[in-house]
């Protein structure tokens, strides 16, 4: 026997409906969220990808960083800074050199103002004049963490051979 | 037995043998009539007595049409003209796009997946090949063809195309001309076959609690989406915990309302569910997350930057398994979407499905309640909710298994279709993956020596039994496994794994180890069911740290760096820290109760529990005659072969370091689930009927509530999970942080890499040589080495990670088990030249 229809909707009118209640107010809730800047912030941590912002540093030809020197004779190198901070930023780079383990004295230095998503790359010659060998050539961002360096073993000048 | 199957029929049963009566009893119920394995016959006297008897059954399209006829005047019927012009311009649509490569966000990959395999399902689904199938059965059976057929299909247009002229049979236009030609032969298929699929009527059909189930799943699905990407933006676990309590409310729910509910509303609320698990993992990073994602992601990249599947492009076992070759390279053609959405939306999607095909498995045999428990079980076993989103070849290969358990008990199709339709799953699961493959055919085989054994007796005694109803039900039926389906399944290894690619090598020689090695414990296997003596982590670490000695010393010329170099760096074990205790986790220690020890006690608790449950169950059905009755004799058979497969890798270990125990556990449950409930039920039965599957469900939740993280995420005191966190072990060595990516990209194509002149901590890409090459030069003979100390060489480039720089600990992977040690930094900054540094990462030479 096929159920009546008033009597299906007698038995479903013991259930009560909810979604009149509840979606117009989920929809101002969320309507409301929106509104505000901080709602508006948790939504698009919500949704979508937020950009990671950070520096890079790295050495040019860094297979072939030169590993000996003698002592006072020029070092030839390239590195490159990346800007990967979602803003121009100025960096200042120092180039430093010192016995490994040791204090770093400052030989080189300089400043530029790096636009967003761009790499500034430069190429850069030192004299190794540290007092021990090895020499730790460095070059870092005063203000950010970021560092690099390599090993340079000293042998005795040329000319003091020759 | 043999003149009653039949290609319609419908034999009634009691239910009394169907349904256990202690579970009737208890549930409050009566027992009721149902049809042979818990299907319906196609006629219906009425509506309502539809309803009651068969809640299993009461959306399927047989049903609701009587129903919505009995309780609606009709629908005034719309021209067919009007559905075929927007079917036509949705496939135009998702043509155009997907040929054009124009991206349209959200609509375009949802269309491309809509059309690639949810039209194909869709009109598989409305024909008549199903009739008397319930819709959660009819959509594993449709889903699962779909899937084989864009296979099956995919590989054919991948070996016919190339001959013709298409070098490239996997590019966007041949897979579109594919996809056509599938939907088209779909709907030819379906014109003589056509069925109704009245959705309106569905959504009317479903009374006002039912819909705030579903909608509560629903939510779940969008609290998981947004937790994740919450925590991925490090924006905190609300969300994602939110997530996590209103899957446990809507479970709870189910559990208090499944007298109430339809077997298609719990279906489709527990599809939600499980979903909602798989996507808080699966989503969590902004690239692939997870161990063996890693290498499933670059097969897939292979065969989509070569626009075509080879196995001589990279011979490996991942190479071989189509799911993650083929299959994804299909679905990102037409759906246009960035590759790892491939494996972190669309298989998950796919993969819900299989513990909802598993219910209606259950469903056959145990009464709603104990189906709905062991779902709780199946989704609560931390594979299921850590492993599975990572293991995407596995996914769709338990995809297939599923559809196996409901085809090979299907009795109202004739023996040769339950048969043909085993071959065709077993088919789909070589294709997908080679270890559920070997379970796979592993279980058939001890299933079918069990049946046999179990059916001597029986024919001995077979006029004592015939008089008996019990004997006469768990008797019932001719098995569907028989020595031919079992040779048929070894066969397809055979040709696939053996003749086509080679593969299968492997399982010869680690058969041969694991024999070997038998009685020499390596791995830890917490959820054996025997348990064994294990290696202590410092053990393990000593070990490596004495071969890599070895092998330091053993190396003239000075390749490493000499052992007294190295031995001023000790590399002491440092294992991850837990959780902080949360204000409740203070609040209950303050009261006395110890936190990290009760998350311990519960996780472990829950371990034992289960194995005495599985074991308690099995006797269960070997000892109570009545149990054994109520049941099919085949499906009990199974059951017991999958736990015995089980049990056959904790006894060899090296089974459990190659295939994982824990993954074959998890596939065990999809034929043994039930008999762990059962087995549950027994061990409080002296609490009374009712009361014991109370307790047991009480139990089944309170394991889901810490397996899943919930309990420990609220009171802190254990290892942090990475569905809730941004830390824990898995998140410092499975998560790709942006930085490394950078790190890799920069390190790609620099002289002296490749093949093996790179060394990294296991984790994320940064161990996967295929991250810094070039995908047309991807070789097997590539290699990334470990950077324990005494291994690092003084040439190579040295990577270390986010985790490394972050918290100083590294870890390693030894004899199956990761081992984390403290890093000595000093000793790279020391030694080699540090070259590269984004605050993420950093790269020595």
Known sequence: ?162 | MAKQEGRHRSRVSDVGRDIPSDYNQATGSTPRHSYEGGQHNAKFEGSARALDDHPQDALSPDVLRSRDNSQRPPAPSRSPWFAAAGLAILIGAANVLAMTGFRLQYVGPALGFWFVLALPAYLLYTTTTWRGSSGAERAGYCVAAVVLLLIVGGLTINTILPPLGIARPLDPVPVVVFGDVLNASLYVFRLRRKEEFPWRTYIRALKPSEARLIVSGLVCVLLAVLGANRLNNDAGDQVALAALGCIILTILALLGRQRQLSDSVMSGTLYFVSLAILLMSSLRGWYVTGNDIQSEYRVFQLTEAHGRWSMTAFHSAYNACLSITILPTEIARAANIDSPYVFRLFFQFLFALCPVLAYTFWRRYAPKLVALVAVIYFIGFPTYLYDMPGANRQEIAFLFVSAAALALTNSRWPRAWRRLALFAAGVGVELSHYSTMYMFIATLVVAWVLGSLVRLPGRRNSSRIASSEQAASWARGRPTIGIGSVLAAISVLLLWGGLATQTAGPLVTDVRDAVSEFGHPTAVTPYSLFSRATVSTQRLLDNYRSGALRQNTATRGSEYFSAATVARYPTPLDNEPVMPLTSIGRLLSRVGIPVETLNTDVRQGAAKDEQLFIAVGLAAFVFSRRLRGRTSREVVCIAAASIFMVALFTVFPNFSVDYSASRAFQQALIWAAPVLVVGSIAIFRLFGRRTSVRIAACVSMAIFISTSGFLPQAVGGYAAELNLNNSGQYYDYHYMQPQEVAAVTWLEGKPGVLPAGLQAPIGSTTSDPFAFNDLANVTGMQSVGDIYPALVKRSSWVILTYTILRTGRAPLYTDGELVTYRYPTAFLQENKNLVYDNGGAEIYK
């Open chain 1, 1 to 162: 026997m096929p159920t009546h229809p008033s009597e299906t909707s007698s038995a479903r009118a013991t259930e009560r409906r909810w979604w009149p209640v509840v979606a117009p107010l989920a929809f101002i809730a969320i309507a409301a969220s929106l509104i505000l800047p901080a709602g508006r912030h948790q939504w698009a941590l919500s949704l979508f990808r937020q950009p990671t912002y950070y520096t890079s540093l790295s050495f040019g030809r860094a297979w072939a960083l030169p590993s000996t020197a003698a002592r006072g004779a020029p070092l030839t190198f390239s590195f490159s800074v990346g800007n990967h901070e979602g803003r121009a930023v100025t960096y200042r780079y120092l180039i430093s050199e010192g016995p490994a383990g040791k204090g770093q004295v400052v030989v080189k230095q300089s400043m530029k103002i790096v636009p967003p998503g761009t790499t500034w790359t430069l190429s850069t010659t030192v004299r190794a004049a540290c007092a021990d060998s090895p020499c730790r050539v460095q070059v870092s961002l005063p203000g950010h963490p970021e560092m690099i360096d390599f090993l340079v073993t000293l042998t005795a000048k040329r000319a003091e051979h020759g």
